[in-house]
Structure formats: structure tokens, C-alpha cells
Antibody
Framework: QVQLQESGPGLVKPSQTLSLTCTVS??????????WSWIRQHPGKGLEWIGY???????YYNPSLKSRVTISVDTSKNQFSLKLSSVTAADTAVYYC?????????????WGQGTMVTVSS | DIQMTQSPSSLSASVGDRVTITCRAS??????LNWYQQKPGKAPKLLIY???SLQSGVPSRFSGSGSGTDFTLTISSLQPEDFATYYC????????FGPGTKVDIK
């Protein structure tokens, strides 16, 4: 049973870079077949997909965030990471990592528990 | 981008009621439509994928239908644990979620 767990600072200063890591357990990123995504949810609001990475390192980002987002993968640690630069208060949200089947419906079938990130000085 | 809308934005229902939530895409997405349930403070949970396929472990009272631009999530007999917010999501192109439908107790 694959499980995902987000980690990283809960407080980031404006203009700095938000960095989060998702650790995958119970399965291997290297085995392929899945996209590894970051999704966020502003307080009391809906869900926004940020981007995904494949085990090979290929990425696809939400065009609305593309200029500030970098997603990377470390297969040796079975982790993937998010960096969001030049953050503002509008980036305050719960950040989730999630996986989706790359060849089928691409629905997000496994989610981490989420981590709250607040942008404030 | 393909935008998603949901209706209603909220509804009140009683245990045992049949509940229907509608999701509409701004252009055809074939059957690339997924439904999620989210409870407060929890991550979303996949209920239905590919418009009508029930995710493993999800009760059969949940069902999905539709294709193209119009989709429906139906809960045949609402249970106490079903009070939550429901989101549709298209996976045809850049993933995009609907705004959600909150189901609360009447």
C-alpha cells in the first residue's frame, strides 16, 4: 500500500522560496507508471493542481504557476520535491502530494495528509 | 484551459436521501472526469474515476455517469459519513478541479 508524506517548513517569509518534500513509502517511484503531483488548497477554498513529475524527471506544470515552480525527484531517496519561488501571502495554503496513474484515468488515487504553509513575515 | 463548474454549490439533505451533483466542463473531456470526497481537515479521497468507475473500497451507493461535457455524481442513499464536500476534476488536459459542492445535514 503506497503512502505519501509531506514535510517542510510551515512558515515562509514573503519573497522567499517555499520548499516541500514528499516521501513515498510502500512503493518505488522508479518503477514508473505514476505521475507524482503537488496540489494545494487555499484556506476554505478549492483545489489547485501545481504540477507533476515522472520518475524519469519529465515535468508538467500548471501554466498559471509555471514561472515560479520547480518539481524534482530523488529516486534514491524515493522522494519528490516542490520549490515555489517569490512567494506571497496568496501562496498560503495546505499543500498535498498525490499520485496518479500515468496510463489510465490519471485520477489522483493516493494523497498525503497535507501540510499547511503560511507565508508571513 | 478547460474550466469546470459544479452545481449546486451546496445542498442540505437528510440521511437516506438520494443526492445528485452535477459537473460541467467548458469543452468536451470525453470520460476523463473524476470525483473526490473531502472532509474537514482531511485530504480528498477518490470516489469515481473515468466518469463512472468506482474506486476500490468505495461504497456502491456512489455512482457516476456522463461523458463529453456533462457529468453526474449520485449518492443513492445518503449516510451520516457522506456529509462532506465533493469535487469533480478533469484529467483530459491540465488537471483542473471544480469549485466543490458542500453536502450538509438538513
Amino acid at each position: 500500500q503506497v503512502q505519501l508524506q509531506e514535510s517542510g517548513p510551515g512558515l515562509v517569509k514573503p519573497s522567499q522560496t517555499l520548499s516541500l518534500t514528499c516521501t513515498v513509502s510502500g512503493g518505488s517511484i522508479s518503477s514508473g507508471g505514476y505521475y507524482w503531483s503537488w496540489i494545494r488548497q487555499h484556506p476554505g477554498k478549492g483545489l489547485e493542481w501545481i504540477g507533476y513529475i515522472y520518475y524519469s524527471g519529465s515535468t508538467y506544470y500548471n501554466p498559471s504557476l509555471k514561472s515560479r515552480v520547480t518539481i524534482s525527484v530523488d529516486t534514491s531517496k524515493n522522494q519528490f520535491s516542490l520549490k515555489l519561488s517569490s512567494v506571497t501571502a496568496a501562496d498560503t495554503a495546505v499543500y498535498y502530494c498525490a499520485s496518479s496513474d500515468s496510463s489510465g484515468s490519471q485520477a489522483f488515487d493516493i494523497w498525503g495528509q497535507g501540510t499547511m504553509v503560511t507565508v508571513s513575515s | 484551459d478547460i474550466q469546470m463548474t459544479q452545481s449546486p454549490s451546496s445542498l442540505s439533505a437528510s440521511v437516506g436521501d438520494r443526492v445528485t451533483i452535477t459537473c460541467r466542463a467548458s469543452q468536451s473531456i470525453s470520460s476523463y472526469l473524476n470525483w473526490y470526497q473531502q472532509k474537514p481537515g482531511k485530504a480528498p479521497k477518490l470516489l469515481i474515476y473515468a466518469a463512472s468507475s468506482l474506486q476500490s473500497g468505495v461504497p456502491s451507493r456512489f455512482s457516476g455517469s456522463g461523458s463529453g461535457t456533462d457529468f453526474t455524481l449520485t449518492i443513492s442513499s445518503l449516510q451520516p459519513e457522506d456529509f462532506a464536500t465533493y469535487y469533480c476534476q478533469q484529467s483530459y488536459s491540465t488537471p483542473f478541479f471544480g469549485p466543490g459542492t458542500k453536502v450538509d445535514i438538513k
